[in-house]
């Protein structure tokens, strides 16, 4: 009997495991199909508006820069400890979520930008790991160019 026990136990936090992964499945396809009463808004192409508070979003991109400065630092000194703390902080920081807002609502090559600016941070704490100066240069050069191309092309002149 005692055996049993167990068994309903666990057959039943599986039915309640599984209603909440269907339940869970149908919101997110809910979501995704555009159905309730979500608006989007749209973005005018003039003023390139990526975020909810530019306030947050400049003082959160200043902190990116002091990163990448500290970075460049580390890069000419070879301090190997710096350089992996500084790509690590680089890696684990996102300009898509310094915006306040979802993915959906924002620019498609502004997401591609900061995928490619965490796969480009990536490559860099790779390089440092490896502690090869020819390849770190030529990841943070790539990184470099990543920041300049979403710069280009969304940072309001001053």
Same mark, same amino acid.
């Given at each position: 009997?005692?055996?049993?026990?167990?068994?309903?136990?666990?057959?039943?936090?599986?039915?309640?495991?599984?209603?909440?992964?269907?339940?869970?499945?149908?919101?997110?396809?809910?979501?995704?199909?555009? $159905?309730? @009463?979500?608006? =989007?808004? &749209?973005?005018? #192409?003039?003023? *390139?508006?990526?975020?909810? %508070?530019?306030?947050?979003?400049?003082?959160?991109?200043?902190?990116?820069? $002091?990163? @990448?400065?500290? =970075?460049? &630092?580390?890069? #000419?000194?070879? *301090?190997?400890?710096?350089? %992996?703390?500084?790509?690590?902080?680089?890696?684990?920081?996102?300009?898509?979520?310094?915006?306040?807002?979802?993915? &959906?609502?924002?620019?498609?090559?502004?997401?591609?930008?900061?995928?490619?600016?965490?796969?480009?941070?990536?490559?860099?704490?790779?390089?440092?790991?490896?502690?090869?100066?020819?390849?770190?240069?030529?990841?943070?050069?790539?990184?470099?160019?990543?920041?300049?191309?979403?710069?280009?092309?969304?940072?309001?002149?001053?």
């Amino acid at each position: 009997m005692e055996n049993m026990k167990g068994f309903w136990v666990i057959v039943v936090m599986i039915i309640v495991l599984v209603s909440f992964f269907m339940l869970s499945r149908y919101l997110v396809k809910r979501v995704e199909m555009g $159905e309730g @009463d979500m608006v =989007l808004p &749209v973005l005018d #192409e003039e003023e *390139n508006v990526l975020y909810e %508070s530019a306030a947050k979003f400049r003082m959160h991109m200043k902190f990116l820069d $002091e990163y @990448d400065d500290a =970075l460049a &630092v580390a890069i #000419e000194s070879q *301090n190997w400890d710096a350089i %992996s703390k500084y790509a690590m902080l680089l890696k684990n920081t996102s300009p898509l979520i310094f915006t306040g807002k979802r993915k &959906v609502e924002l620019p498609k090559e502004f997401v591609l930008l900061d995928t490619s600016f965490h796969f480009q941070s990536l490559a860099v704490v790779e390089a440092s790991e490896s502690r090869e100066m020819v390849r770190l240069n030529i990841e943070y050069e790539k990184l470099q160019q990543t920041c300049d191309e979403c710069h280009e092309k969304y940072k309001k002149k001053e």
